[in-house]
């Protein structure tokens, strides 16, 4: 009756596709533990299949019970198998999560009553029954195509609602394993004594491996890590959902190794070092991202800190390939589920920033057995987002401090101090992003912004009415690079008819580094009429023999040394501040925070107090406001 032409080579099939994926490392992700789980049903509906058709030939030699045993269970691992096969595209689409969570909770009615319906057969005899004349199709049979056809129609209405987010080629291998399915039904319906069902199975099984399951598509390595394919896949299934931590390890200097070591020996050493870690951690994950860079993702509990320790000391030895022994120092960067990062592409991208990072900041192996958090690097990466934004619509405000005339407390000059703003509007400190616009160079059209904001604040607003008779502008190292310098800043002060008296530069003692070069600027730069204050005395190396090198008129005492004085009055300031006053220089005191610092330093000698007791940074209205009045 039945011919198994058919079923027995798709057996076969199905166990060499069995066996290849048990044998392969797999993603511990929804989509393949419903690939596993499809494999099995097939081979055990198969099984079955064969099982039951075989024993209901030989009915009148078997006891009943077994009869109705092996075809109930064959009907319910074949009703099994058509939801299974739903599943898998509901896993693709990523349909398991709100707002469509309703989908997956409703679509199992189907499957439920079905498999109702097939279990009650020994008393309903809806699907099949079995008398003395043998095996026979039972009233309520087509149940199984309803069941079918409902599921394959439903894929298909998912696949045309929500499969604009997939790719083409996986919409199409979607869309090919339904019509397969649909082509198998028709054939079972046409065809029933060749069992074909599980031949047209296997080909959508077949088409579901090579598009979704293929290791090609996510393990690199020549077979043996993960790849960044996957490092998503896992994080995007896991984020929101899991608690878990990442530790992030690069190969220090890699491009440079690739170039001593050649590149097949460093492939090599990448391959053993996926090796020794996915061997010392067997907890964890392992992926290989890309230039000797490698994550490690394992559950809450993962103790990072003692598995930088253990890699770092290993890379204390060498690691032995074929004809040569590579000596390599390893990097760190650790984050954790939520630690910052809203979304997963946002997470691999910081992370793997700050792998580079780590990997070029290549110091003595102790030092670096510490990971960096990513959260810092994050900030920064949002900070450096939020100032190219401000530099690119002109955003950058400017606020104003005031210099206050230690003898008369009145305003003699406004120091202008940069702002960003964050997405929500709060202000960011310059000490957060001056040393990221100084690191990246953004710094130069940061400072030309504050520059022309104030030389706009000058022109429209008559100073002598403000009762002061100058602003001062910050001057990062970078700028005092810039051989143009003098040059443009002389444009600006033409294009808004300001006096180059009316501006004050500040720069600190880091400038001061190339003598010869910011001695020339200088010079320039007083040429077209500016002078210059040395800011931030005392916080640095402080060479009185190099600052006197230099043509300054005013010398502003960084806060620290303000603060020591307040606290110990030894002799090192006022002696420091008569020394200043020989060199014909004024002094600013920073960081005057209340009535007795005021006092004490004016004492002193200071000639100008500046701080937060007499006003903080105010934006330029506020300014106008504040000393308007005082024509
Ligand atoms: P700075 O030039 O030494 O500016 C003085 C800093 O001290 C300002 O911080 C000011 O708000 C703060 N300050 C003033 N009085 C007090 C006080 O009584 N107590 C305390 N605790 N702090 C006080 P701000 O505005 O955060 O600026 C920090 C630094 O950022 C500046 O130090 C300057 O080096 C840099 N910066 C700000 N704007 C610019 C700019 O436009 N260009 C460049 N190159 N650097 C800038
Ligand atoms: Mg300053
Ligand atoms: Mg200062």
Known sequence: MWNFNFVVPSLMILIILLLYYLLRPRLPIRMNRTFLVLLVL?????????????????????????????????????????????????????????????????????????????????????????????????????????????????ALVLLVTYGRGLSVFDLVSLLGCQLILLMGNVARILLPQYLVMNTFCLMALLVLYLSFENPDLYISLRGSAFNARAFRDLLNEWNGKKSYQILGMVICNYNEKRG????????????????????????ALVFYLRNGCFALVGGERMNTELMCRRIAHRFRQSWNTKDTDLTLTAGFVQASSGSCCDSVDRLVNTLLIALDSAGHSAGPQEDITIPETIQAIDRDLEVKRVLERALEEDRVEVFLQPLIDARTRRPVAAEALARIRGEDGALISPAVFVPLAEKNGRIIPLGSQVF???CAFI??????ELGISWINVNLSPLQCMNRNLAQSFSNVLLEYDVPADAIHLEITEESMIDY???????????GEGFEFALDDYGSGYSNLTRVKQYPFKHIKIDMSVVRDYFWQRDQLLPTLIQVFKQMNCSVTAEG????????????????YLQGFHFSRPVPFDQFLELYGQKK
């Not at 022109?459 to 002598?464: D, G, H, I, K, Q």
Request: glycine residues 4%; aromatic residues 16%; charged residues 15%.
């Open 42 to 154: 097939e081979l055990m509906t198969i099984f079955t299949d064969i099982l039951s058709s075989t024993a209901d030939e030989y009915f009148d030699l078997l006891p009943v019970p077994l009869l109705y045993v092996l075809n109930l269970a064959f009907f319910a691992l074949y009703v099994g198998r058509i939801f299974w096969f739903y599943l898998f595209t509901l896993d693709v689409l990523g349909l398991h999560d709100k707002p469509h969570r309703w989908i997956y909770q409703l679509t199992p009615f189907v499957f439920l009553l079905t498999e109702a319906v097939v279990l009650s057969t020994p008393l309903t005899h809806a699907v099949f029954l079995i008398d003395e004349t043998g095996y026979h199709r039972g009233t309520l049979y087509s149940v199984l195509y309803v069941c079918a056809f409902f599921y394959l129609f439903a």
């Open 260 to 283: 001593i070591y050649g590149s097949f020996q460093m492939d090599q050493s990448v391959v053993l070092i996926n090796r020794y870690l996915t061997e010392t951690f067997p907890d």
């Open 452 to 454: 022309r904001k104030t």
């Open 459 to 464: 022109r429209e607003n008559n100073l002598t």
């Open 516 to 526: 010869s070069l910011l001695q020339s600027q200088i010079e320039a730069l007083q």
């Open 592 to 607: 005057i925070e209340n009535a007795e610092m005021a006092d004490a330093l004016t004492e002193i000698g200071c000639d």
